[in-house]
């Protein structure tokens, strides 16, 4: 869980961030928001026909979304770490959760096709719930269990039919301050039913651009970095311990504050 008391130096950075995303608001509301809810609605349903065709094509239109929202907020992704991840191989990623920048900077930066595991509440947003559902991205209602374990079941037997990979927020939910917090374990039993590697992928910088749950919008600089694989077969029985080496790989490519090392 986030820490809620802040040191007086950090008090001091959010104050000044504050600052800043007050003086970017001309450009955010002016500029950001129109093309970000625009494109969403546009391309959001130019997906739902293109998936008539295939889901991968869909993603296709997700991944020109996402790059578009970023250039509009002035946002640079950089990726590392791509050699890591074996061209064809299918595989559970696992990312940490700062911010909604996290989606956007994954998506438009990867380079194959595949499906996102999200809550149930996104599938009612216009455009982009569109898009999710023509796509072929697994929605989960966090809220009731059952529906929750029968959506990771289909989308269990469609990754073993279909062999693409999914990708997991472990977290669960995003970190209002930007620190990583605990591992759920859904993710983690669908990527050992399966047999499956697990790629754990970093994203510092994104809490800066867009803080959890709120609307104080700057530009900035999101660094991917992807590291090498977990072979889930290799541990067995042994979840704890897969957790704790995907939390503790994931960890390595953030920054002190970002890992929750540091003084809040």
Known sequence: MDVPVLSPARRALERRRLAWALLYLPWSAGVFLPVAVGSMLGLGSLAVLVSLVSPDAAWWVGVSWSRLVCWANLTRVELRGVEHCRP???YVYMLNHNSNFDVVAFYGSWRSPFRWVLKEELRKIPGLGWYCAAGGHVFLDRSNHERAVASLAHARERMAREGFSIAFF???TRSRLGRLQPFKKGGFV???ELGLPILPIS??????VLPGKTLRLLPGRIVLT???ELDTRAYGEDRERLM???R???AGGLSPW???DSEP
């Open 226 to 228: 992807v590291h090498p």
């Open 88 to 90: 064809g191989q299918s």
């Open 244 to 246: 704790a080496d995907t």
């Open 190 to 192: 669908l990527a050992q």
């Open 248 to 250: 503790a790989a994931i």
């Open 258 to 260: 970002e890992q929750g």
């Open 170 to 172: 472990p977290e669960g």
């Open 203 to 208: 994203v510092s910088g994104s809490n800066a």
